[in-house]
């Protein structure tokens, strides 16, 4: 079993910054695909982020492209996602998962994660 904590969520203004992290317990998480997730109210659960196991391969949402940067700890057995120039369309709760299933690439849909923390909420204002 594996548990994941999301932290640091809060509310900014647009053009703000915020840093979220994802700690796991359970599991070592170190040889697994993790990803990033969000939902924003009325919305499907929308891809942000993902990191092979060794972070040497990153896939991004399109709209994360330049502005999020996702990484991790492994020996801390933490993902981080880094939010830069923020935009009240970031506006969600934003969940990181886990992928067990060992792969070449990460995957960017969400049926592939098993493992899901409880998310933690990000509001932009303008």
């Known amino acids: 079993q594996v548990q994941l904590g999301e932290s640091g969520g809060g509310s900014v203004q647009a053009g703000g910054s915020l840093r979220l992290s994802c700690a796991a317990s359970?599991?070592?998480?170190?040889?697994?695909?993790m990803a990033w997730f969000r939902q924003a109210p009325g919305e499907e659960r929308e891809f942000v982020a993902a990191?092979?196991?060794?972070?040497?391969?990153?896939l991004y949402g399109d709209f994360a492209k330049g502005r999020f940067t996702i990484s991790r700890d492994n020996a801390a057995n933490t993902v981080y996602l880094q939010m830069n120039s923020l935009k009240p369309e970031d506006t969600a709760v934003y969940y990181c998962?886990?992928?067990?299933?060992?792969?070449?690439?990460?995957?960017?849909?969400?049926?592939?994660?098993?493992?899901w923390g409880q998310g933690t909420q990000v509001t932009v204002s303008s």
């Open positions: 998962a886990a992928d067990l299933q060992w792969r070449t690439m990460p995957v960017t849909y969400s049926s592939a994660y098993v493992y």
């Open positions: 359970g599991r070592t998480l170190s040889r697994y695909t």
């Open positions: 990191s092979s196991w060794t972070g040497g391969i990153t």
